[in-house]
């Protein structure tokens, strides 16, 4: 009899009831050939693998298919070169106004530390002092000091903050476009069937779309992961998120207003930049 059974918390079905079968410790499934499910229960079951299709948890973003969509700024990006990675290699330069928000330091005991916090220790002050620049010092000695800010990801506070603050500043808040980059070890490829592939300089995106508030919804096989979703942009095109996988800080380019906007909110640190600084250096508040 043919039917499709959903196991393993949504994530996989069966096509065929009488591809079941009750495993033994005598008669353990083949290598390779079988998948082997635990049930509530306890219970364990090996299926074959031509019976199980992935079927992917629901997600409030889609695939896009339509890879021109991105078009509009993948084609302003400036090429990597000799001096490495710009502002404009990750965000269009066609917007007024640029900035960087920083993701907040995380201890490995307590809460979560702002940049401008540590960068007023008295050590890192007079660091600073000394060398009479503040550039790049929170942020090498933060990280000798065992903090750790959120890599290529945003943390779960900056984002709904942005997200809060980004969809009132967008006549389009329920249809944006995210591109997530490929290389997430826990994004299966098979979840977004038929998204567009986006090419930029030295990275491979995927195209999804749907409300803004999706970004906020990791698209990892695991729900506890960081939301991972890395270029975000509205249809009506008023402002453009960047995350690179490399960096601690995102980039937001839209109206000067907006850049005020961000600066001004408590949840958020926030610092001005130039399409033409070096995209890998943190501006660090003064």
């Not at 009506?236 to 960047?242: C, I, L, P």
Request: with cysteine; net charge negative.
């Amino acid at each position: 009899m043919a039917a499709h059974l959903v196991l393993d918390a949504g994530r996989h079905q069966m096509t065929s009831l009488s591809a079941l079968s009750a495993t033994t410790g005598r008669w353990p499934p083949r290598p390779g050939r079988s998948v082997t499910i635990r049930l509530a229960d306890g219970a364990q079951v090996a299926v074959p693998r031509q019976h199980l299709e992935l079927v992917a948890p629901d997600h409030p973003l889609l695939p896009e298919p339509d890879g021109a969509r991105a078009g509009w700024w993948l084609e302003q990006l400036d090429p990597w070169d000799q001096r490495g990675s710009l502002v404009s290699s990750f965000v269009p330069s066609s917007f007024p106004a640029v900035c960087q928000v920083l993701h907040r330091w995380r201890a490995p005991i307590g809460e979560p530390i702002r940049w401008r916090t540590w960068a007023e220790e008295p050590g890192i002050a007079e660091l600073r002092d000394r060398h009479q620049t503040s550039e790049g010092l929170t942020l090498a000695f933060a990280e000798q000091s065992g903090l750790q800010a959120s890599i290529g990801e945003l943390d779960e506070l900056t984002a709904g903050a942005l997200v809060e603050l980004l969809g009132s500043a967008t006549t389009t808040p329920d249809d944006v476009f995210v591109a997530v980059w490929k290389g997430w070890g826990d994004v299966p490829s098979q979840r977004f069937p038929g998204a567009a592939q986006l090419d930029t300089f030295n990275r491979g995106h995927f195209l999804l779309r749907g409300p803004l508030t999706g970004a906020l919804d990791s698209v990892a096989a695991s729900r506890h992961d960081q939301p991972t979703s890395g270029l975000w942009w509205p249809a009506d095109r008023a402002w453009f998120v960047a995350t690179e996988i490399d960096h601690e800080w995102t980039f937001v380019a839209g109206r000067p207003s907006l850049i005020d906007q961000l600066q001004a909110d408590p949840r958020l640190e926030v610092v001005q930049t130039d399409y033409d600084a070096p995209a890998g250096d943190a501006i660090e508040p003064g």
